[in-house]
């Protein structure tokens, strides 16, 4: 049985769940679900990342301690992901024992291959990246150009990790898998940055005692990248279950935003050659999601937040209209599927923002999506098909016409669809099965089987619309998994869109016929723009 080992990042724990991370999340999910329905063996992972000097004052300034504080604000990802429907198979969390023990014996092994040395590390440290600056990189005043804050100047006695050691092999490996990093301009920027040079990295710290302890030397715990990247073999069985490792790498798919492309696509695959593994398969970059412009974050929305009082007094007077500062900071995936619902939130954010794109977020578009392709085509199609179909055919729903133009019409989506997951662009999926559901409403205008006397042509016509829906119903389950289960269910069917296996099932002529069709109320109700 094929596999298909699929991630996200791990999130850090700093900062609340938004729609950002749920556009990734869910990225990761409808690929998941899309290869469960292939028949693949399928492991999806995401998680937190929890490390780090920034998550302990975080836990010193709620009054808390690192375990307790990460326990909880960990929790807010595994509660929105719940709510968002995601599949995930497993939740890494970096403070776990399994992650400890993985990370020490990774690192053990890149010390004992002699790629880990002592040095003085002296630079200017961004608390907010977790990471040291370069001054090209600082504004005036060594301030950070992402947090707007101070960088710090840090000394320190530690270990680095000799990355200059691979530039060469990172080079040949690339040019040996074109496909490793997609897309391609993405492949061309981490290619670029490897020939431009690679400095050493330091990899541990003595100023927190909140990480992974370095086994040779405990006065040390690891940088938190350095122990992140590792969440990816942990969840594996990396020193632990050598064969189940070896079951899922090198084959994975890290999906990731573009502002860690050096992390994913130097250091990771860089740590794993000198770790004696193969480096990751494969890296999708994908692109972000703006609001007005910029990307959200928690420093944006705190930002947005600060000028909003600075501007109009305390915060809850600030803009009762909706001003943006305000719009922002509601923009969790918890407000947003209150308002549209779960399935209508994952399409929007799987067909508006084409994965390795930037992506403009409003309320505005996901309306407009939501009445266009929600409203007025496929709930519009389920209802009129259901109408129909009781008062034309009793509430049975008849068996498909062989020979419906909407047969070839579904072989072409089916193939389109398969072709666009498989390229990673559920975007284009999406896209094509809505054509099957466009060209569905269209056969029910020209053939106007409300009008007609029941008989064979009209049960033609609507057993064909049913075998359409069918058909929808499984291709769009990877995005909707509930109205697809809902749908399937109005059709009569038994089971679940999601337990059938494609593309086998997704040949014409699949729905039985005389099964009984429910009307419903309305999945979609039109929303005023
Ligand atoms: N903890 C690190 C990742 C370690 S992986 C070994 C981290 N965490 S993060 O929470 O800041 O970001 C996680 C992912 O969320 C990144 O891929 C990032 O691109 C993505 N997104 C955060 N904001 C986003 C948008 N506004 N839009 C799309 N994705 C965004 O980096």
Redesign the pocket.
Known sequence: MPRFYVT?????VN?VP????A??TVNADALARWHRLLGDDVFFLTGT?EHGVKVAQSAEEHGSDPPAWTERTSGRFVDAWKALEVSNDDFIRTSEPRHHRAVQAFLQRIYDNGFIETGTYSGWYCVGCEAYKDESELLEGHVCAEHHRPAQWLEEENYFFKLSAFQDRLVEWYESNPEAVRPEGKRNEALAFIKGGLHDISITRTSTRWGVEVPWDPAHVFYV?YD??V??ITAIGFGEDEARFEGWWPAVHHL?????LR??CVWWPAMCMAAGIEPPAHVFV?????VGGS???KTRIRQAAEAAEAAVGPAGDAGEGGGKPVKLTEITPAALTDDFGVDAIRYHLLRDTPLGTDGEFSYEGITARYNADLANNLGNLVSRVATVVGSKCGGVGPAPDAASRLGPESAAVVARAVAAWDRLAPHEALEATWHLIRETNAELEATEPWKADPGPVVDGVLGSALEALRIVAVLASPAMPGVCGEIWRRLGLPGRPDEVVVPEALAWGGYPGGMPVEKGAPLFPRRRA
């Open positions: 996200t990042p791990i999130y850090y900062d938004h729609v950002g991370h556009y990734a990342d990248w992140a990247l969440n990816y990731i935003g573009k502002e860690i992390f994913h994908h692109g972000w999601l703006l990307r959200l974050s």
